[in-house]
């Protein structure tokens, strides 16, 4: 049976069953709507926004990114390199769930709500910085780059003077954004921002093993654009929430706090509840925080912390 036969074919499945499916072919589910389930593509190089859309009674997939089409068995043949015969075998296998008690858990689970922002205003923020000279220069002196610009949807206000940094969820999905003004140091958030449960930057770097934990975005930003992970806190309080965030997604954290008393409340907080997992790298004391450092000064961090791992090994 060829493949476009197959396409034709009224299959029809469970939804619980595609999502076992999709678990023991290796795709995450990202998001869930009424009645898709959202993954990256495994069809492409798509790693920041997840394109692909799965049917959860059809089983169809399409891309809306590179526009690949694929029904079940396809997308498992794919993903996890099964015969044909073999992710039939597999996608039946799926009908009847095994593990009963995970799957009443996962019903007792509340489904976190979180506030989302109508992208329309992260955009238009986004065009409005493009066309300011005043809020180019602006990131510029903070050695923020086009391609970092571009990356992370910085805007800006031109009413309020103030550049804007859009906040996802650990999942991707935009919950606000900070605000700073270009003059002066003040700081405006939109309403009910939940910085206590979010890291800012998490959903990018989620998947890596090691990460740099910092208090300000352009930070984070700062050591994303030299290729390192991070994320940002969003200030010097450290939740419980936050906590147990970097708790489950690293099992190295490195702290880079700025040279003031609230970065080192940071630095302790986190020490003491993360103990073993955490690694102090600190910045020379000519510096008030990590942005103020060159990008070579920058990317020596790393270098310092793979020595520290050295001399402990010796």
């Known amino acids: 049976m060829d493949t476009r036969s197959r396409r034709h074919e009224a299959n029809s499945y469970t939804a619980n069953q595609i999502k076992r499916v999709l678990a023991g072919s290796g795709l995450n589910i990202e998001k869930e709507a009424e009645s898709e389930y959202v993954v990256f593509c495994p069809f492409h190089a798509n ?7 799965i049917n959860k009674y059809s089983g169809l997939f399409f891309c809306f990114s590179c526009s690949h089409t694929a029904d079940l068995i396809e997308l498992v043949m794919h993903c996890s390199n099964r015969t044909y015969f073999e992710a039939v075998r597999f996608i039946k296998s799926k009908e009847v769930e095994t593990d009963i008690v995970s799957d009443i858990s996962s019903k007792l689970v509340e489904k976190e709500e979180w506030p989302e922002l109508d992208m329309a205003i992260v955009n238009k923020l986004y065009e409005q910085a493009l066309k300011s000279d005043r809020a180019i220069q602006y990131f510029n002196g903070r050695k923020i780059t086009q391609d970092s610009i571009k990356k992370f949807k910085l805007g800006y206000s031109e009413n309020q003077d103030m550049v804007t940094i859009p906040v996802q969820n650990h999942e991707g999905l935009c919950v606000g954004f900070v605000g700073r003004s270009v003059e002066g140091k003040t700081f405006k958030n939109t309403n009910g921002l939940p910085k206590s449960k979010l890291l800012f930057n998490l959903n990018r770097v989620k998947t890596a093993s ?13 050591l994303d654009q030299v290729g390192l992970p991070a994320v940002a806190t969003l200030g ?79």
């Open 236 to 314: 010097a309080n450290v939740s419980s929430k936050q906590i147990g965030l970097l708790q489950k997604y690293f099992s190295d954290i490195m702290i880079v706090a700025d040279n003031d008393e609230a970065g080192g409340n940071m630095k302790d907080k986190i020490i003491e509840r993360l103990g073993s997992q955490v690694t102090v790298i600190n910045i020379d004391k000519q510096y008030k925080d990590i942005g103020d450092m060159d990008d070579m000064s920058i990317k020596e961090l790393d270098l310092q912390f793979d020595k520290s791992i050295l001399s402990m090994l010796k």
């Open 47 to 53: 790693h920041r926004t997840p394109a692909g859309e």
């Open 210 to 222: 090691r990460v740099y934990v910092v208090e300000s975005s352009f930070d984070a930003i700062r």
